[in-house]
């Protein structure tokens, strides 16, 4: 894969431009700036939350897994999460415009799935102010698109609000804390989440799976997970504007 660098924008910084166009930007970015997490409303329609859970439950048969990675291999129906306006808006309003998929993936939890333990996605030192390269924090940002609706029984996230900008690791175990929150999202609903926030998956207690596409963003120099070498990927990318290529790979190396 040649790197094509006239796809890097011509301004990596967050600038206001990004905003603009949607008043609720500004209101949001200062809520998710604080907290580490933010609830999009009206991310996908109802047909688009349908048309996903008939892919995620195809792809979990023939994979008989329930943690997709590549999830954009999978079906050609996931491709339109890669960026879907509602959310990579929002991604670019906190990231700036040079913004790399750091991955893509399904999850299906299964009744009786235990509790989680707190984690967080990144785990790198950073300084209380800024990120290892000097840039703004956040740097890595995930977004769940909830495909059932999430009630106490059958496995919601739990996040601490505000504990992305703690300088610390969250405790071990999946122990409750006094500040944790229950993210009971609908479908149709996103969950953006900083990448540092502290968060678990709960126990599924119902009887019921829970389904959730997960599409993780970060700052383009960093690594990703994923190698981006299926051949879905190569055709949305080659195939693509210059914003997906660049969200895909275009750049191999900085």
């Avoid at 970015?29 to 995620?56: C, D």
Wanted: proline residues 8%; charged residues 25%.
């Amino acid at each position: 894969m040649a790197d094509n660098r006239s796809i890097i924008p011509d301004q990596w910084e967050i600038h206001e431009s990004h905003r603009d166009a949607d008043p609720s930007l500004e209101r949001d970015v200062a809520f998710f700036l604080n907290w580490g997490y933010l609830i999009v409303e009206n991310a996908i329609s109802m047909e688009q939350v349908e048309s996903l859970r008939l892919a995620l439950d195809e792809s979990f048969e023939r994979r008989q897994d329930q943690f997709i990675g590549e999830l954009l291999e999978e079906d050609d129906r996931f491709s339109f999460l890669l960026d879907n306006p509602p959310v990579f808006n929002r991604m670019r309003a906190l990231l700036g415009s040079c913004v790399q998929l750091h991955s893509a993936t399904g999850r299906v939890t299964d009744p009786g799935a235990p509790d989680q333990n707190w984690h967080r996605d990144n785990p790198w030192p950073m300084e209380p102010a800024l990120s290892p390269y000097g840039s703004q924090p956040p740097g890595h940002i995930n977004c769940g698109y909830y495909l059932d609706e999430i009630t106490m029984d059958n496995g919601p996230i739990v996040i601490v609000p505000g504990s992305n900008r703690a300088p610390f690791r969250p405790p071990g175990g999946s122990v409750q804390l006094p500040d944790e929150k229950y993210v009971l999202a609908k479908p149709g609903q996103a969950v953006m989440f900083d990448g540092w926030t502290w968060h678990r998956g709960a126990e599924n207690k119902s009887s019921e799976r829970r389904r959730v596409c997960l599409m993780c963003y970060q700052n383009a120099w960093m690594k990703s997970r994923e190698p981006f070498g299926g051949p879905r990927v190569a055709r949305l990318r080659e195939e693509g504007s210059s914003v997906r290529k660049l969200l895909l790979g275009g750049i191999g190396a900085w």
